[in-house]
């Protein structure tokens, strides 16, 4: 089980990529959570959204580096979490280089549609914020060599009627078909 583990296990390489690079080839993944008692669960990645930096008025790091999106100016495949309505972790994987904020927010697994169920069936919470995938023994994303090329449909990105027209309908939503 853990040779299996620490080969196919993404290292900081693969998130260290352009967001739009990294979002669409996280589909198919299998995102590993390991829970206190010791047990995995494993789900495949299917529907994910790229936020890409200063620059986009959708993502949190458009207003510059706070407390809240430090991790964001880190070094790809950190864990980005925060929460919404007081009551829902939302899982995130920064990408890119180190001071270019741009991350994934995972959406959706095949058996879970969701980010807000996502995070709860996961068991999320802020300590995970900042958590490095390639040295976590809670959280990492692995590569299936099974499930071969992904076919994925693009869309607009959704919930962010807050940002200006021109980044509400970049399709920077990936699914898969």
């Avoid at 352009?18 to 198919?28: E, F, I, R, S």
């Avoid at 070094?75 to 001071?99: P, Q, S």
Wanted: charged share 30%; hydrophobic share 40%.
């Amino acid at each position: 089980m853990m040779a299996k583990q620490l080969i196919n296990r993404l290292g900081q390489s693969f998130f260290s990529r352009d967001v739009l690079v990294v979002a669409p080839d996280l589909l198919g993944k299998v995102l590993v959570r390991q829970f206190d008692d010791k047990s995995l669960v494993r789900y495949v990645i299917s529907e994910v959204e790229a936020y890409r930096g200063e620059e986009d008025a959708a993502c949190h790091a458009h207003k510059g580096r706070t407390e809240r999106t430090e991790v964001m100016y880190h070094e790809g495949g950190h864990v980005y979490v925060y929460l919404i309505y007081g009551m829902y972790w939302l899982l995130n994987f920064v990408t890119g280089e180190k001071n270019d904020p741009q991350a994934v927010l995972i959406r959706g697994v095949k058996e879970v549609e969701g980010p807000g169920r996502l995070g709860r069936a996961l068991e999320l919470d802020k300590s995970f914020y900042g958590e490095l995938l390639s040295d976590s023994e809670r959280i990492w994303v692995e590569d299936d060599p099974l499930y071969g090329k992904v076919v994925y449909d693009t869309t607009p990105r959704i919930g962010i009627d807050y940002a200006p027209e021109k980044w509400r309908y970049q399709k920077w939503r990936f699914v898969l078909s």
